[in-house]
């Protein structure tokens, strides 16, 4: 979490989930955002990648979205993204982009872009349990398979194999 102050900022929740058909395989992203009485839905997918790729690129994607300084309180059911951006980040970082045991870590151009974005605002990651119930991380998930659905239905009509 970001120490920049409050005062002054949006207040804004978002809910993202990823989605994929195949690890790797098509997969979708999709997120949810809500502040001051307004909504917002995003989703997208592409042909060919995991399902972490498309749980960050929800979180990505909803960030980018926002149009000014913001404090978000992001709600995702993916512990890979909620330690990631709040815990290992601070060793990646300090390792030059390696994980403890020196390898490379795994998706880091979008832990850099989501770093960046993360850092323009003032950013409470939490993590919520999927498929439980909540509202919002349900709605996160129909975007994200809409997401995916967008992609299979593109692919069919390049006659790609969609799986």
């Keep these: 979490m970001s120490n920049r102050p ?3 900022k949006t207040e804004v929740e978002i809910y993202a989930d990823g989605a994929c058909k195949g690890n790797p395989g098509p997969g979708g992203w999709g997120a949810w955002i809500s502040y001051n009485g307004n909504e ?9 990648t995991t399902n972490n790729r498309m749980e960050l690129t929800a979180v990505i994607r909803a960030l980018e979205a926002l149009n000014r300084t913001c404090h978000a309180k992001v709600f995702t059911d993916s512990v890979y ?3 990631g951006i709040s815990e290992w980040i601070i060793g990646w970082k300090a390792r030059n982009w390696r994980t403890a045991d020196k390898k490379p870590v795994k998706n880091e151009d979008l832990w850099r872009l989501l770093d960046v974005l993360a850092q323009q605002h003032t950013v409470q990651w939490v993590w919520v349990k999927g498929h439980a119930g909540n509202a919002g991380n349900e709605r996160a998930d129909i975007l994200a ?3 995916v659905d967008l992609v299979l239905q593109e ?3 390049q006659g ?3 799986i």
Excluded: D, P, Y
Excluded at 40 to 48: M, P, V
């Design 160 to 162: 790609t194999n969609a």
């Design 155 to 157: 692919m069919i009509l």
């Design 145 to 147: 398979n809409k997401g």
């Design 40 to 48: 917002k839905e995003l989703f997208g997918g592409e042909s060919l």
């Design 81 to 83: 993204v909620q330690k």
């Design 6 to 8: 409050v005062a002054n």
